[in-house]
């Protein structure tokens, strides 16, 4: 593992800050390509981005702290520790107002930054892995399981790697939902996100090593329950609404682009 990628003038450049920058480019670029095949102004895809992925880190940390308190140490304040769904609601907020502002179609954008979003959760996630941040699951005897004896939260036990296991399964939703946006409504496209990646943090939390704070569920189990649900909501508003099965791209140099 390598918590610190390499040191400039007694300044070491994490790795896991490293992986966060990392997957905004990444989700920035994909979500600017989506925007283009929708014939949307590609500028607005790397304005919605930027200032979802700041707000983002806000929110992330913010609601790190929130679980943090009130026990709170400067360690908590320093460039490790944010909380996935903070930063969501934080990310979420800052791309409603850039949409409002931008005069963008909410349902297009949504279903364009579907993919955009797993990929670049994907990219974070194996940061995580690679850092050893602590976001490991339990102690295994499976031949995968890896040891963290060098990561930020160390340990020579080893465990499942569980920041693989969820890189891998965003990943993996990323081309679905790439390939499903590009043939269908937005709506469902972006309901299949919630369904899909709720699902998937629902079942790694059975191998992590959060404590239960309702009924059996982890807090992130609870917020997976919530995006699932949020899901299906989606997918039965669009059915019931008859939003079209199929939205074929058009070539931009056949179309006016929006902004013009």
């Known amino acids: 593992m390598r918590p610190v990628l390499f040191s400039i003038l007694g300044f070491d450049v994490q790795t ?27 500028d607005s895809a790397y304005s919605l981005a930027m200032w979802a992925t700041a707000w983002g880190f806000v929110g992330g940390k913010i609601y790190y702290l929130l679980e943090q308190a009130p026990s709170i140490t400067m360690h908590d304040l320093g460039g490790m520790g944010f909380t996935w769904y903070g930063g969501l609601i934080g990310g979420v907020a800052a791309a409603l107002v850039i949409v409002r502002r931008h005069g963008l179609p909410l349902a297009q954008v949504a279903g364009a930054m579907a993919a955009p979003l797993s990929a670049a959760y994907a990219v974070g996630r194996l940061g995580c892995l690679i850092s050893g941040d602590g976001t490991y699951g339990r102690p295994t005897d499976l031949p995968w399981g890896m040891a963290f004896p060098s990561g930020v939260v160390a340990t020579d036990v080893p465990v499942h790697p569980t920041p693989l296991y969820e890189a891998i399964a965003a990943a993996v939703l990323a081309v679905v939902l790439w390939q499903y946006w590009r043939r269908a409504d937005p709506t469902r496209t972006f309901a299949l996100y919630l369904l899909g990646s709720g699902l998937s943090r629902f079942l790694v939390e059975f191998l992590r090593i959060n404590d239960p704070v309702l009924l059996g569920l982890t807090q992130p189990q609870l917020w997976a329950v919530a995006s699932m649900l949020a899901g299906v909501v989606l997918w039965v508003v669009a059915s019931r609404h008859g939003e079209i099965e199929s939205a074929p791209t058009t070539p931009r140099e056949d179309v006016e682009v929006a902004t013009r």
């Open 16 to 42: 896991y800050g490293v992986s966060k920058v990392l997957a905004a480019v990444v989700g920035g670029l994909l979500l600017a390509r989506a925007f283009e095949q929708r014939n949307l102004p590609r």
